[in-house]
């Protein structure tokens, strides 16, 4: 176990370097591309390194992220986000001005408020709309909606529409493999028959990108896709667990917790919400048991957690006492990553390196 103070979060080289060879593998096995999204781990040496493996550019969820991003030096930015106030477009039109960026459409208001706010700097910004493939959050539905937006964005001078893309996040509520074989296919063709509508109209659409850890090897195994943006695959989690996605053993991030106190029927961590999160599963995840997986103690259960404390309960003896340490799998690595400033970085179980959370905080 590492010897470092707590709670830490530990991040396995190994399990790290794995998991994104995995995902590049799959986009060369199916002659797509891989732009993996940097929300799950908001790490410049971590983009970095899905870079030097192949990925062709990153996915960020924000602005703020897609500044830290591009003044590391990353020069293919997505931003998987539909953008319109005028302080946002004035950062992202200095932005397109740094790196290629391209930026979501989901509207037609919001395509001409980004139009006429680069028409004042003769500015052109790449664009890609989002559709819709059953999350219903953000996007139009696909289809003639689809097509519609793409006709009026083909008539603003400053936009350039090169691609549809789509987050079938509800993905990660599924309860079967077979109804998240559904969600991806259905996810594919949500993408690629809003493109072939668009294409049969002459606007021609370069990319179709897909997401979702859960369906990215579904979705991204269809005809028609070019392109997949999975996330949360490089490190996994709990959720992806539960979902058959992963397994507990490809997991590479961890939280290192110690005990502070035993009790006859519990016994209390120093990792409560402020360091794991409240969260039991994203989007209705009903596979989650408490809020973490004790790797070294799977049938002791984090039944329940207040700001600074993680409450663990037993139905069978344990060995914990005073100060041990324990690794917890997090629920959704996520929101656990931007709690924290840095990553312990081991190989073999001896601390390596430590890397900021570059990005951290980074939500505007």
């Known amino acids: 176990m590492l010897r470092v103070d707590t709670p830490s979060l530990l991040l396995d080289i190994g399990k790290l370097t794995q998991n994104i060879k995995a995902m590049q593998a799959f986009s060369l096995q199916h002659h797509i591309a891989l732009r993996p999204h940097i929300k799950t781990h908001k790490s410049v040496h971590i983009a970095k390194l899905q870079l030097k493996h192949g990925a062709v550019g990153i996915t960020v969820a ?11 030096g990353i020069e293919n930015i997505f931003i998987a986000y539909p953008i319109s106030a005028p302080k946002k477009l004035k950062k992202l039109l200095d932005l397109t001005l740094q790196a290629n960026i391209t930026v979501a459409i989901d509207s037609i208001e919001q395509a001409k408020m980004i139009n006429e706010f680069f028409q004042s700097s003769n500015q052109m910004v790449e664009v890609w709309i989002k559709v819709d493939s059953g999350l219903h959050r953000c996007g139009v539905t696909p289809g ?30 599924a309860k079967t493999t077979d109804e998240l074989l559904l969600i991806g296919e259905q996810e594919a063709a949500a993408v690629v028959e809003s493109a072939l509508l668009c294409e049969q109209a002459n606007i021609p ?64 961590v120093d990792s ?65 990553v931007n709690l924290f400033d840095s990553y312990f970085v081991h190989k073999n179980g001896e601390h390596i390196d430590t890397w900021p959370v570059d990005a951290r905080g980074c939500n505007k």
């Open 205 to 268: 659409i370069l990319h179709r990108s897909v997401g979702s850890t859960p369906t990215y090897q579904i979705s991204g195994a269809m005809a028609g896709i070019t392109e997949v943006r999975p996330g949360n695959a490089a490190f996994f989690d709990m959720v992806q667990v539960g979902l058959g996605v992963a397994t507990v053993e490809q997991c590479a991030l961890t939280v290192l917790a110690s005990v502070v106190s035993t009790k006859t029927n519990r016994v209390i």
């Open 144 to 173: 003639e909606e689809a097509l519609s937006l793409a006709k009026f964005i083909t008539s603003c001078s400053q936009l350039r529409l090169t691609g549809i893309f789509t987050h079938a996040g509800h993905s990660y509520a």
């Open 62 to 72: 924000k602005l703020s992220e897609a500044e830290v991003m591009a003044d590391a």
């Open 272 to 336: 409560g919400s402020k360091t794991l999160t409240s969260e039991r599963g994203a989007h209705g995840n009903e596979s989650i048991k408490g809020f973490g997986y004790i790797k070294e103690h799977p049938d002791l259960t984090i039944e329940r957690l207040s700001e600074e404390h993680g409450i663990l309960t037993f139905s069978s003896p344990h060995t914990l006492q005073l100060n041990d340490t324990v690794e917890i799998i997090p629920n959704h690595a996520c929101p656990v």
